[in-house]
């Protein structure tokens, strides 16, 4: 890895436009059809303390459905039920007496199960709202692109679906019905519309923070492609990466040959490679680099506003990858043993950064005695990263960047 300054390029550059598959439905047989409940009737709440006006859209969506607190355990008889209602397929899932969750049944397992799962869930009640008639201002943002509403009587998770980012700026789903195509979008967010609580910033923060307090969680194995290593010194060789913001701000990971005892590939952990250590340990999980401790100190979007917490290293990167984001490690300096870096984790359907400072003397790290510092700024949309920098468009692109204090 290059040693000199970061240099500044435009971010109009970061990712080409175009569309990113990331799921698909394989064609299946048809399941055995499924008995469905009968739609629950809607019935007359009792009066409650808070006002209509009070409530949140779901909540308001439930009970114009007929699925208040007290209608709910009558109304079906498992947790997860799928009735009609107007010949659309609903699903509902509700625990202890609680909705949890209301929406048209439409998209695959797969698509589920490997895609972003509050927004997938939003998609779903903002297209049921919306079948109803429902028109909260919440759902206005979910857009039927192609086909109509009356499309989704005939979609079931069985259809061919498939979730795709749209010129990285919008989340699109598209059902593949009798040959043509039915497609929803929803503008690309970091607050995620699904949950109650991302609606607040400071919430949203704190959720975070409170997720790498309680750690427990292990980065996913990522493996290791052979096929595309290249010679880099000695007995060391490179894994080149994608690039993101510039060259020097990438995936780049590096691993030692193998002895003739072991026969396996290791990342470099060594003081002979600082940098390239440093690198591997916020990009590539394993057990080699031991227990290393990052010091964070988390700047607030609220003015003035800080918290500090001393965790594993290995439980931030664990949790940011949990929570959908891809690390981009790169170095702005590195002097008298001291590296001074830059760590994002790029939520691409989410389209935010948590962008980290990082500053350590590796030398200390990588034997076991240094605390690695960061100074964290989170949730910050993807478009206005530039905003973490000195007067950015002042800059040329060789100029260094000079990081706020």
């Not at 009792?46 to 109304?75: C, F, H, I, T, W």
């Not at 988390?298 to 506003?305: A, N, P, T």
């Not at 760590?343 to 350590?360: A, E, Q, T």
């Not at 076991?368 to 700024?377: D, E, L, M």
Request: hydrophobic share 40%; proline share 6%; aromatic share 8%.
């Amino acid at each position: 890895m290059k040693k000199n300054a970061l240099k500044l390029l435009a971010f109009a550059a970061l990712i080409g436009a175009g569309i990113t598959v990331l799921a698909q439905q394989p064609k299946s047989p048809a399941a055995p059809e499924q008995p469905k409940a009968e739609a629950p009737a809607a019935k007359a709440q009792p009066a409650d303390s808070a006002k209509a006006e009070d409530l949140s859209p779901e909540q308001r969506l439930y009970n114009a459905m007929g699925l208040g607190k007290d209608s709910v355990l009558n109304a079906v008889a498992t947790c997860d039920t799928v009735f009609d209602r107007g010949e659309y397929a609903v699903r509902l899932i509700k625990k202890d007496g609680r909705v949890m969750f209301l929406g048209l049944n439409l998209l695959s397992d797969m698509v589920k199960s490997t895609s972003d799962r509050e927004l997938t869930c939003f998609i779903e009640t903002a297209l049921l709202a919306k079948s109803q008639n429902l028109l909260e201002t919440l759902f206005s943002n979910v857009k039927l692109t192609k086909g109509k509403i009356a499309d989704f009587k005939s979609i079931n998770p069985d259809t061919e679906c498939a979730l795709a980012v749209l010129n990285n700026n919008k989340l699109g789903v598209t059902w593949t019905l009798n040959g043509q195509q039915v497609r929803a979008t929803v503008p690309i967010s970091y607050e995620s519309p699904a949950v109650e609580e991302n609606r607040n910033r400071s919430q949203i923060e704190d959720r975070f923070i409170a997720q790498l307090r309680k750690g427990g969680l292990t980065a996913e194995p990522v493996a290791i492609d052979t096929a595309a290593m290249q010679p880099y010194a000695s007995d060391i060789y490179i894994i080149p990466g994608v690039t993101y913001i510039n060259n020097e701000i990438n995936t780049n990971t590096y691993f030692c040959r193998p002895d003739t005892v072991s026969d396996k590939w290791e990342p470099v952990w060594s003081k002979a490679y600082p940098v390239q250590s440093i690198a591997n340990l916020c990009l590539f999980p394993s057990a080699v680099y031991g227990d290393p401790k990052v010091e964070i100190k988390v700047r607030k979007h609220e003015y003035g506003k800080s918290e500090t917490l001393t965790i594993p290293f290995s439980d931030l990167i664990a949790v940011a990858r949990h929570n959908g984001c891809k690390p981009f490690f790169g170095v702005e300096k590195f002097k008298d043993g001291e590296l001074n870096g830059a760590l994002f984790f790029y939520n691409k359907m989410r389209g935010y950064d948590h962008v980290f400072r990082l500053i350590c003397r590796p030398e200390e790290v990588i034997d076991g005695t240094g605390v690695i510092k960061a100074v964290a700024s989170l949730y910050i949309p993807t478009n206005n990263i530039d905003d973490l920098f000195q007067p950015y468009v002042h800059k040329k692109p060789h100029e260094k960047i000079n990081w706020k204090k």
